[in-house]
Nanobody
Framework: QVQLVESGGGLVQAGGSLRLSCAAS????????MGWFRQAPGKEREFVAA????????RYADPVKGRFTISRDNAKNTVYLQMNSLKPEDTAVYYC????????????????WGQGTQVTVSS
């Protein structure tokens, strides 16, 4: 059974940092693009960041550029999202996902999804 399990969410004050992790099991994702998405209450799920299978290419949504960093460890089948300088508008459920398309940015391009982890940023 293929699973993506996110962890590392929580409550943090504005300006703080969190590191999210996504552990994959059931098959290897070392050849997949891995992405992070988020969904705030009452809003649609949106793209946050993606990383190619080799880590040589990354892609970020404009609101998080310069503050968030995506990385991966294929040996551990794990992808990370380092979030710095957090803002209240970053509050959302964060999801990791896997795609066979290079640096995919759209939801339909991702075949596997985790259950999400809550990130709450207080002002």
């Amino acid at each position: 059974q293929v699973q993506l399990v996110e962890s590392g969410g929580g409550l943090v004050q504005a300006g703080g940092s969190l590191r999210l992790s996504c552990a994959a099991s059931g098959r290897t994702f070392s050849s997949d693009t891995m992405g992070w998405f988020r969904q705030a209450p009452g809003k649609e799920r949106e793209f946050v960041a993606a990383i190619s299978w080799s880590s040589s290419n990354t892609r970020y949504a404009d609101p998080v550029k310069g503050r968030f960093t995506i990385s991966r460890d294929n040996a551990k089948n794990t992808v990370y999202l380092q979030m710095n300088s957090l803002k209240p508008e970053d509050t959302a459920v964060y999801y990791c996902a896997a795609s066979r398309l290079l640096l995919a940015g759209a939801l339909p391009e991702y075949a596997y999804w985790g259950q999400g982890t809550q990130v709450t940023v207080s002002s």
